[in-house]
């Protein structure tokens, strides 16, 4: 629990600090200003933990009362929380949807960065429905050795696994590339308590540094 309240104070500092780059605007509740939560508790030191284990269950109550602890989180809809937490690139629009995906796997090729699979969701809705959808796929990059250590730190983590980059078509018939951002550097707090190893740090640095390429050699059609 103890390191949960860090990495949760740490998203708190940040999504105030997003939020007001994203000009959401102020905490405003019902046309009045948004009351102040009471501070969070001081966090002891974190006990080491042994590898590849699970910690202790977060009920759901308990998640939503420690998010709802950030003014600028709470004052966020659904759709805009779900934006703060996407890294995403618009592709050129003189490419073909073949043209961004053929670039996303000779970037990750030349990155040393496995493609494992992909699931063309648009593929599977139409056959279903029988309806044409936009097109919408998920593709799969893994680095198994980063994987293995980031496991070994927090079990919790194989949700993430593998690395996600979504391809879709939005209304306008654009193509946008975007993936969950784990960025370590907001996720784990300065000088908290359970922070993760510095080559750890470097290693899931580096990993989300690639995927970014991946996503701006698809964007721009380069090989």
């Avoid at 009362?65 to 995403?88: C, F, V």
């Avoid at 003189?94 to 960065?113: G, K």
Wanted: aromatic share 4%.
């Amino acid at each position: 629990m103890a390191i949960l309240l860090t990495a949760l104070r740490a998203m708190s500092f940040a999504l105030a600090a997003g939020g007001a780059l994203a000009q959401v605007g102020s905490p405003v509740v019902g046309g009045a200003a948004a009351v102040l939560p009471e501070p969070l508790p001081p966090v002891t030191a974190a006990r080491p933990a042994a590898p590849n284990t699970m910690m202790p269950t977060v009920s759901t109550e308990e998640r939503r009362r420690l998010m709802r602890q950030s003014p600028a989180w709470s004052s966020l809809s659904l759709r805009e929380r779900i934006n703060l937490m996407t890294y995403k690139v618009e592709a050129q629009p003189d490419l073909s949807w073949e043209d961004v995906i053929s670039s996303m796997r000779h970037r990750a090729n030349r990155l040393n960065l496995k493609f494992v699979g992909a699931h063309l969701i648009n593929k599977e809705i139409e056959a279903i429905t029988g309806r044409p959808t936009p097109r919408v796929a998920i593709y799969h990059f893994c680095d198994a050795l980063v994987a293995r250590d980031l496991l070994d730190y927090s079990l919790e983590a194989a949700t993430l696994l593998p690395c996600r980059i979504a391809v879709v078509e939005d209304a306008r018939q654009r193509i946008w590339l975007a993936m969950f951002d784990g960025d370590i550097g907001w996720l784990d707090g300065p000088g908290g308590p359970g922070g993760l190893p510095e080559g750890l740090h470097e290693a899931i640095s580096g990993l989300r540094r690639s995927l970014e390429e991946i996503i701006h050699a698809g964007a721009s059609g380069t090989l």
